[in-house]
């Protein structure tokens, strides 16, 4: 998990914990990391904003303060649960840990009697997502296409044969329940679809991508669309 993903899912942790608050071991256990680094990203999460308060001493721990919570949201029992079905059954999408996180904020500010008639109905809705793409490798096309630059893939094609290639990310795009990577591919000069499921590996580079844009992919089918609001 990169420090940035960490720090988001440190920050929701602890905001479900509400006043229980959490200890510094059990954060450190739970992210895999040291006792230090997950001090150091406490102290990151508070220097950017994020309201943490600390109590000393036995049963201490951390926490975030009630004020930095949404307040609550009016949505109907159905409009929840279509909330987290979409994600659900998205669970290879991309920033699809993000979506998940910001639903269940959502989910824990609704009022009482709403939650529960939500968590009466999405337990009538089954999912079975598949086999989603290793966390490593989504998270470097995250952040590759996030931050705009080169990430460099290993990745096998239809025929099976395996190759490096330095990609520019344009555009992240599902056709037939299947995600693709569509970028610059600079073995092939030349835009390029890639299936997400067949990247084995991932890296993101400090190299900025060029000026490549959407409009060179060319116009989209009469059924897809950007999912912009």
């Known amino acids: 998990m990169k420090r940035t993903e960490r720090l988001h899912a440190l ?9 229980r608050g959490c200890t510094a071991q059990r954060l450190a ?8 680094t997950i001090k150091r990203d406490l102290d990151a999460l508070e220097n950017s904003g994020v309201p943490i308060w600390s109590r000393p001493g ?7 303060s009630s ?11 159905a409009q929840a649960v279509a909330l987290l079905a979409a994600v659900a059954a998205a669970a290879d999408a991309p920033y699809a840990d993000l979506a998940s996180a910001g639903v269940r904020k959502i989910m824990d500010v609704l009022d009482p009697t709403t939650r529960a008639k939500a968590d009466g109905l999405a337990r009538r ?32 094609s239809g025929d099976g044969a395996t190759t490096t290639r330095d990609v520019e990310p344009v555009i992240f795009a599902s056709t037939s329940g299947r995600w693709y990577l569509i970028g610059w591919c ?9 299936l997400v499921t067949r990247i084995e590996r ?10 490549h844009t959407v409009d060179e992919i060319g116009e989209p089918p009469p059924t897809a669309r950007s999912v912009q609001a």
């Open 186 to 194: 600079h073995l092939r000069q030349a835009m390029r679809w890639f």
């Open 58 to 64: 036995p049963g201490g721990g951390y926490g975030v």
């Open 29 to 36: 256990d739970e992210f895999g990391v040291s006792l230090r």
């Open 67 to 77: 004020r930095a919570n949404l307040p609550p949201i009016t949505l109907s029992p």
């Open 125 to 156: 809705i089954w999912v079975d997502g598949g086999q989603a793409p290793g966390r490593a490798v989504r998270s470097a096309l995250e952040e590759g296409m996030a931050e705009q630059r080169i990430v460099r893939l290993r990745y096998t």
């Open 202 to 211: 991932a890296t993101v580079t400090a190299t900025p991508c060029g000026d």
């Open 11 to 19: 920050a929701e942790m602890l905001r479900r914990r509400g006043a």
